[in-house]
């Protein structure tokens, strides 16, 4: 609970006035859609499903981009209503990422991040970088990975295929760099966070997109504290 409150004390000013636009807007359209019915493109229900997603989504990425390892308890949560969400508009590779990677991987991460706390910090974990050789292989996966998850999401009848293929497989593989505690994860969350607002801009929903427009400025900022603390704690980057 310490460790709780010290990551909520270092959120910046900018932070939690993006934390208030995300929860007014999901607050907003959870209200709309049961006082005007009709007036969201989801039934009720899910807007309270996406607003319990807008303010866990929020606050899990504030945390991560700081290293801190109060984000997974949000993420859960996150990851589990998303889920629903997914599945009642069948975006279905997104879906199975959250399922069969994002949920199972928070847990391990959540624990490897615990064994691994920064000596002076107790509340974050070490950042640690990949080779030069190491990136190019990466990219290469996920550019093959997306290409093939793609027929498999054409032959399911999935929506938004391309968007969906690229989101899964950058997605995989992020979180994995995510789980060993390597900086450049925020490279590709960068790149998946712009998949995620094109798809929502594709698929409107005005909850989703302002919460992965937030996601997208701070995957920037993740990757700037990130780079900060793997050179100002390299000695511990083990």
Known sequence: ??????????????????????????????????????????PAWLDIINFISAVCGVFCIFF??????????????????????????????????????????????????????????KEITMAKKLKIWQDSVIMAIVIVSACLYHKILVYAGGNVAWLDAFTVAIGIIATVLEMYRYREQYVLWI????????????????????????????AVIGLINWCRLNKERNHENI
């Open 1 to 42: 609970m310490d460790n709780l409150k010290k990551s909520f004390k270092s959120l910046k000013w900018y932070e939690w006035i993006m934390a208030g636009i995300m929860i007014i807007i999901a607050a907003y359209v959870m209200v709309q859609s049961f006082i005007n019915p009709g007036s969201s493109s989801n």
């Open 64 to 121: 991560c981009a700081r290293a801190s390892i109060s984000n997974f308890g949000f993420g859960l949560v996150n990851t589990v209503v998303y889920i629903i969400y997914l599945a009642y508009w069948k975006i279905y590779g997104t879906m199975c990422l959250e399922i069969f990677v994002y949920f199972p991987i928070n847990i391990v991460s959540w624990v490897l991040w615990a064994k691994h706390r920064d000596s002076e910090r």
């Open 191 to 218: 790149i998946t966070d712009i998949v995620a607002v094109a798809m929502f801009i594709v698929h409107f929903d005005p909850v989703y997109l302002a919460k992965k427009s937030i996601y997208l400025v701070m």
